[in-house]
Nanobody, 120 residues
Framework: VQLAESGGGLVQTGGSLRLTCAASGSTSSHNAMSWYRQAPGKQRELVAA????????HYADFVKGRFTLARDNGPNTMALQMNDLKPEDTAVYYCKATFWDGAYWGPDYWGQGTQVTVSS
């Protein structure tokens, strides 16, 4: 499984960015995908998560009302729309995905990360 991330960059405070992640390879439409981020000197933290089925999309408290996560172009993709960005949102953002093989959830797959920098 390969995860392709795109959309990072440099933006001013209050600006917007859209991150996308697309999974390819041995995937399944029954999956769970999420975005994490890691700022320098800090632990990696969950930003938002989406899964197939009826479970609602999950957001970390620090992004509620500003970020929106949704499927992009198919069940193995997702897009994170980030609005009203703040300097504290500066981090490397990672896509994570896991897939149901019909009997078990498989391992977690991670993307290589995309840098988001918000200038004050």
């Amino acid at each position: 499984v390969q995860l392709a991330e795109s959309g990072g960059g440099l933006v001013q405070t209050g600006g917007s960015l859209r991150l996308t992640c697309a999974a390819s390879g041995s995937t399944s439409s029954h999956n769970a995908m999420s975005w994490y981020r890691q700022a320098p000197g800090k632990q990696r933290e969950l930003v938002a998560a989406i899964s197939s089925g009826s479970r609602p999309t999950h957001y970390a408290d620090f992004v509620k009302g500003r970020f929106t996560l949704a499927r992009d172009n198919g069940p193995n993709t997702m897009a994170l729309q980030m609005n009203d960005l703040k300097p504290e949102d500066t981090a490397v953002y990672y896509c994570k995905a896991t897939f149901w093989d019909g009997a078990y959830w498989g391992p977690d797959y991670w993307g290589q990360g995309t840098q988001v920098t918000v200038s004050s």
